[in-house]
């Protein structure tokens, strides 16, 4: 198994950054859980904490998805990049501009004072929940994405050959570039502020991630087991235009009480009930597919393949629906039920589908027939059993929460810090689980196809 084009291997220098973020996310996010039962346990305090660990999820999943992109992109249009040395700068960019924002992030944990109004704007940070880069990093990212995004269309162009996957994925990561526009201005009024916000918080992981993902699973299964083209693209094409249908419409979800108009209960109620709809045709389509082929090579590609399938349906379609009803959202809106939906959600739609197309591609770009899937397997099941205990104990002090301060009225800091404790610890000791799987797939990730396989 080798590439076709040899400007593919630039897909391998995405993976590289990719992976070490996950590895810095995942670091962070246990010093976080620590702070849950020491708050003093580290010189940054829970809230940069807070924010290194959601960006940084948010950075490597971005660029592990740029890395698929230049590598499908070139497989679908049968042609080398359209221009490798801009494919390169973007990448050596992208790295700048991200390591100099979480620099940014640490000296103002170590000294708020050092974020200064510039031009009108804040140095280090724009405290805005998610979206905290500052200006001057927004306009690099732009830059940096505009850049990738030309040199995939153009690529397509010089080729003269279009398909379904490639043109799905690069309308999903379109409508991704567009999304983050409504996160660069501001408004006076909170709710239209938070109705804008939501276009980018929401729209990017339940609209055009999603998009992302439809094409890149129907690449994986068409590499993996041999799936043929306009079977896969089918059910594509539906899976993608349900996302659409039920995503957009289901961002209401978030403007229940924040002030918009009341007939949002309803419109977000309906679209958010429906949303696990494509993501249940996703899992379908997967086990359908790899059902009716039994000679797989690459077994670790296929396990995360399938396994990103069913878990985007559990974590983003099912806890999503269970706490987004309008019913249920008026007592669990912002616990830490909220959180448990969300880790699970990232986890299964995005982390192990970037790790996925990973375990795919990576093989070919370092020309490796066959590879040792052993350490594979064991980072697998160390994260995903690990994030089902740490998901387990979130939504036992989402449940708690719930019951202390909304029914019987207890203060947050109480709950918090008294009769969730041993689920702070819990959360903790699974952490460290889950860095442990992490650190068994960055040390597979490098050493992939450099050892000996035995029988």
């Known amino acids: 198994m080798s590439i076709k084009y040899e400007s593919q291997k630039i897909a391998q220098n995405f993976y590289t950054f990719a992976v070490l973020l996950f590895l810095v996310q995942v670091v962070v996010g246990v010093i976080a859980a620590a702070q849950f039962i020491w708050p003093d346990f580290f010189i940054l305090n829970f809230n940069t904490i807070r924010t290194l660990h959601i960006n940084a999820l948010v950075v490597w999943l971005l660029v592990g998805m740029m890395g698929a992109t230049y590598y499908v992109v070139s497989e679908e249009s049968e042609s080398e990049l359209w221009n490798l040395p801009l494919a390169k700068f973007q990448f050596w960019a992208t790295v700048v501009a991200v390591t100099a924002v979480v620099l940014g992030y640490i000296w103002m944990g170590i000294n708020p004072q050092a974020n200064t109004l510039v031009f009108g704007t804040r140095l280090l940070n724009e405290g805005r929940e998610y979206i905290e880069a500052p200006r001057w990093a927004d306009i690099l990212i732009v830059v940096s994405v505009l850049l990738f995004l030309l040199n995939c269309f153009m690529?397509?162009?010089?080729?003269?050959?279009?398909?379904?996957?490639?043109?799905?994925?690069?309308?999903?990561?379109?409508?991704?570039?567009?999304?983050?526009?409504?996160?660069?201005?501001?408004?006076?009024?909170?709710?239209?502020?938070?109705?804008w916000w939501w276009w980018v918080v929401h729209l990017w992981v339940e609209g055009a991630w999603e998009i992302i993902a439809g094409a890149l699973l129907a690449f994986m299964l068409m590499k993996l087991v041999g799936a043929r083209r306009e079977v896969v693209e089918k059910w594509m094409y539906i899976e993608v235009g349900l996302v659409m249908f039920t995503g957009i419409?289901?961002?209401?979800?978030?403007?229940?009480?924040?002030?918009?108009?009341?007939?949002?209960?309803?419109?977000?109620?309906?679209?958010?009930?429906?949303?696990?709809?494509?993501?249940?045709?996703?899992?379908?389509?997967?086990?359908?597919?790899?059902?009716?082929?039994?000679?797989?090579?690459?077994?670790?590609?296929?396990?995360y393949t399938v396994a990103h399938a069913i878990f985007n349906f559990v974590g983003a379609g099912l806890m999503g629906v269970i706490h987004t009803l309008p019913q249920v959202n008026k007592?669990?809106?912002?616990?830490?039920?909220?959180?448990?939906?969300?880790?699970?959600?990232?986890?299964?739609?995005?982390?192990?589908?970037?790790?996925?197309?990973?375990?795919?591609?990576?093989?070919?770009?370092?020309?490796?027939?066959?590879?040792?899937?052993?350490?594979?397997?064991?980072?697998?099941?160390?994260?995903?059993?690990?994030?089902?205990?740490i998901v387990l104990t979130i939504m036992g002090a989402g449940m708690v929460q719930t019951y202390m301060e909304r029914l019987m009225g207890l203060d947050y800091v109480a709950v918090k810090s008294v009769y969730?404790?041993?689920?702070?610890?819990?959360?903790?000791i699974f952490g460290v689980g889950f860095l442990y799987g992490v650190w068994m797939l960055v040390v597979d990730y490098f050493k992939l196809g450099k050892e000996t396989t035995t029988a």
């Open 249 to 303: 419409l289901g961002t209401g979800h978030h403007y229940y009480w924040i002030g918009t108009p009341g007939y949002w209960l309803w419109v977000g109620g309906i679209f958010s009930s429906l949303e696990p709809i494509p993501l249940l045709v996703m899992v379908w389509d997967a086990f359908k597919t790899t059902r009716e082929t039994r000679n797989v090579t690459n077994k670790a590609g296929l396990y």
């Open 155 to 195: 690529t397509m162009f010089k080729a003269k050959k279009w398909t379904g996957i490639q043109g799905t994925l690069l309308a999903g990561l379109t409508f991704l570039a567009l999304m983050y526009l409504p996160g660069m201005f501001y408004t006076k009024s909170m709710v239209k502020d938070q109705f």
């Open 420 to 428: 969730n404790l041993w689920f702070w610890i819990f959360r903790a």
């Open 331 to 389: 007592w669990t809106h912002g616990t830490q039920i909220t959180t448990a939906h969300g880790h699970l959600a990232f986890y299964g739609a995005y982390v192990l589908l970037v790790l996925a197309m990973i375990y795919v591609t990576l093989p070919a770009i370092r020309g490796v027939k066959e590879f040792n899937a052993s350490r594979a397997f064991q980072s697998f099941w160390w994260m995903t059993i690990s994030m089902v205990f």
